[in-house]
Nanobody, 124 residues
Framework: QVRLVESGGGLVQAGDSLQLTCAAA????????MAWFRQIAGEERDFVAV???????FYSEFARGRFFISGDSANHTMALRMTRLRPDDTAIYYC??????????????????WGQGTQVTVSS
């Protein structure tokens, strides 16, 4: 059984930076494509950013230029550096990982493993 464990959430002020981390524990898997999603209260879970097995990264429009994803494929770890945070970034942030290669990387159904989520709250 694979577990993804997120850490780093918290309460910050608008304009601040925050880094989230995610680590895989338990049974290992060979493929490495990991992503962040977020869910704002009352809304659906949205894609934030992905780092693929070949190191290529991709961001949602709201994250591009403010959020930066990095990862270590050997250890199945990942980080999301969030800068210039805004109140509308307030959400639960989830880490996700693929068990095997898929062409899709931006939909919930593209991922097999999920973390429990970490709350990020940005005050104005």
């Amino acid at each position: 059984q694979v577990r993804l464990v997120e850490s780093g959430g918290g309460l910050v002020q608008a304009g601040d930076s925050l880094q989230l981390t995610c680590a895989a524990a338990g049974r290992t898997f060979d493929h490495y494509t990991m992503a962040w999603f977020r869910q704002i209260a009352g809304e659906e879970r949205d894609f934030v950013a992905v780092i693929k097995d070949d190191g290529v990264t991709f961001y949602s429009e709201f994250a591009r230029g403010r959020f930066f994803i990095s990862g270590d494929s050997a250890n199945h770890t990942m980080a999301l550096r969030m800068t210039r945070l805004r109140p509308d970034d307030t959400a639960i942030y989830y880490c996700a990982a693929q068990r095997e290669f898929r062409f899709g990387v931006t939909r919930e159904r593209d991922y097999d493993y999920w973390g429990q989520g970490t709350q990020v709250t940005v005050s104005s």
